[in-house]
């Protein structure tokens, strides 16, 4: 968790407002942001590659909410998105078309056509089949376009499987042994297609260096191969993956990590692309709820609160740990093992399991690390409205996504009219 979410006389704050306040004012469920802690791991990631041209695209679909691409925007960032609803976020939130970085593989015609007419920065591009698409529009357009293959390295990221993106097995990315013909290929056949670029994105949630050490060599002899043919290229994409620590896990300082990617790659030559997402806003974010019932079974405590699998969808999805934290501290009561689970008909419907917590009904608790893959990740199962987004800058709260009503759920549906 962020330093920019700490307890006060036993009072847990988002910056210099306690979360009993945003629980009266907002409700809950709710998602709670610290502007400053945004701010803290982006100036992060721009002194860590401050030596080197770089720039850091921001995963748009780690948190999509306007506020915060509008932050990022003001800083500066770029953004990697993959699909024309992301764009039209991004752009809707005052970013720059042409710092944005299109990846994905299944970019639709529309959504290809969009992205030129736009002016997008780069397409990384997935397939040979996606390129051939994305060539034929560029020429129907008549306008040129910026190109990067995304190599799949076959690199095990060492991630949960479900977030491993860089093995052969996976869906992503262009095979390593095939790339250096496609560029042949590009080159000498594809006049609306710049090359100016070669990326790859081997997975989320990265705890160690080493993986990105094996794909950093890898990238590099391809980017050889392709010199020794005659073809010459701006930019390296890193993508993303940096982790973070929920639990106990170690992952490496973004400094750490910048100082590899740099020392490694400067020698290139290459402007370096990096596509943060989690590792930017995970700690940013809390998920305030609020402990509807404590249930004793014979196996189990059960403290059922107000949010659920549909608000935070991680733990059923991964298994995912978060740290849960009570917003007022009851030193005086005992702790009791609960599993932390909400509201919703299913038994994956859980936020965390074996939990000592000192809680009765009515208690205020929060999730934490759900800045990432949090409140993008939520969905109306049992007709849940999706919860408020409120972000903290200092002792003011700005509500930066309105709670759904009911009405909202049904309102696109219709009845059939006999
Ligand atoms: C998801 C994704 C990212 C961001 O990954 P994080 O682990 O959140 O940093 C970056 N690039 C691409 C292509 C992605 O699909």
């Avoid at 293959?149 to 042994?177: C, E, M, Q, V």
């Avoid at 973004?254 to 943060?276: D, F, H, M, T, V």
Wanted: net charge neutral; with cysteine; charged share 20%.
């Amino acid at each position: 968790m962020s330093p920019y979410f700490s307890y006060k006389n036993g009072l847990l704050y988002a910056e210099e407002v306690n979360l009993v306040d945003v629980a009266t004012q907002a409700h809950t469920p709710c998602y709670v942001y610290s502007r400053h802690a945004l701010i803290h791991n982006w100036q992060a990631f721009a002194e860590a590659f401050k030596t080197v041209p770089h720039r850091i695209c921001y995963a748009v679909k780690a948190n999509a909410n306007l506020a915060i691409l509008n932050l990022l925007a003001a800083q500066g960032a770029g953004f990697d998105i993959v699909s024309s609803g992301e764009l039209e976020r991004v752009l809707a939130a005052g970013g720059r078309a042409d710092k944005i970085i299109f990846s994905g593989v299944a970019k639709q015609s529309a959504e290809i056509l969009r992205a030129i007419e736009v002016g997008v920065g780069c397409f990384n591009v997935e397939s040979v089949s996606e390129l051939e698409r994305i060539h034929t529009l560029a020429a129907r357009e008549q306008k040129r376009v910026n190109i990067a293959i995304r190599i799949n390295p076959n690199i095990d990221a060492r991630t949960h499987p479900y977030i491993a993106t860089g093995l052969s097995n996976n869906k992503f990315g262009i095979d390593r042994y095939d790339v250096v013909a496609l560029y042949k290929k590009i080159q000498a056949t594809m006049p609306y297609c710049q090359l100016t670029g070669i990326a790859c994105h081997i997975g989320s949630q990265l705890t160690e260096l080493g993986p990105f050490v094996e794909t950093i060599e890898c990238m590099l002899a391809v980017i050889a191969e392709l010199k020794r043919a005659g073809i010459t290229l701006k930019q390296i994409d890193m993508g993303g993956g940096l982790g973070v620590r929920y639990r106990d896990e170690t992952p490496p300082a973004i400094a750490e990590y910048g100082r590899l990617l740099c020392e490694k790659l400067k020698e290139s030559g290459l402007e370096i692309i990096i596509e943060p997402g989690r590792s930017l806003v995970a700690d940013t974010g809390i998920l305030l709820t609020r402990v509807e019932y404590l249930k004793q079974t014979r196996a189990k405590n059960f403290a059922i609160v107000d949010a659920g699998m549909n608000d935070l969808l991680r733990p059923a999805l991964y298994e995912a740990w978060h740290p849960i934290l009570p917003v007022v501290q009851h030193s005086d009561r005992p702790g009791v093992l609960y599993d932390v689970v909400g509201p919703v008909c299913e038994s994956a419907d859980f936020l965390g399991k074996n939990r000592l917590l000192a809680l009765a009904e009515g208690d205020l608790i929060a999730i934490a690390g759900v800045g990432a893959y949090g409140a993008c990740m939520s969905s109306n199962y049992n007709a849940r409205p999706r919860a408020a987004e409120i972000m903290v800058d200092r002792e003011k709260m700005y509500v930066i996504r309105e709670r759904e009503t009911v009405q909202d759920l049904f309102a696109w549906e219709k009845v059939l009219l006999c």
